[in-house]
């Protein structure tokens, strides 16, 4: 089985101190030669710790495990606060590290039928045509 508590090598290429975002990024390259991979959340608080920030301000994505193992890349950002953060962040990754409520939306293909069906109609029918039919007719 693969060792958890195995040292991990965190190196930083291309860092950029970018001030109109109110961050820093850079690419991480990371070298865990007895692990299979290393989870965001290890990353996070092993970036918050090396750049002395909070956990939530570190934003991770793209990491990609090379050809063999042993070795991942990806891109991080460490924002200065969170009101940055909310304001730059594309939501799907606010959602993702839980600083935005993910909306619940029916599925793309009832949403895409219930359009069709209301289609057929007319006036006030359009309403009633666009609810899910019932289950017992």
Do not use: C, W
């Not at 965190?10 to 950029?16: G, P, V």
């Not at 890349?73 to 959602?95: H, M, N, V």
Request: charge should be positive.
């Amino acid at each position: 089985m693969a060792d958890n508590t195995a040292a991990i090598t965190l190196r930083t290429r291309k860092f950029i101190t970018n001030r109109l975002l109110s961050r820093r990024q850079f690419i991480l390259d990371i070298l865990h030669p007895s692990r299979p991979n290393v989870s965001k959340s290890d990353l996070q608080e092993k970036l918050a710790t090396l750049y002395k920030s909070e956990k939530d301000r570190v934003v991770l994505f793209g990491l990609r495990t090379h050809f063999g193992g042993g070795r991942s890349t990806g891109f991080a950002l460490i924002y200065d606060d969170e009101a940055s953060q909310k304001k730059f962040e594309p939501k799907y990754r606010l959602i993702r590290n839980g600083l935005a409520p993910k909306v619940e939306r029916p599925s793309r293909k009832l949403r895409h039928e219930r359009k069709n069906r209301a289609k057929k109609v007319r006036g006030t029918k359009k309403t009633k045509a666009a609810e899910p039919p019932k289950k017992g007719k």
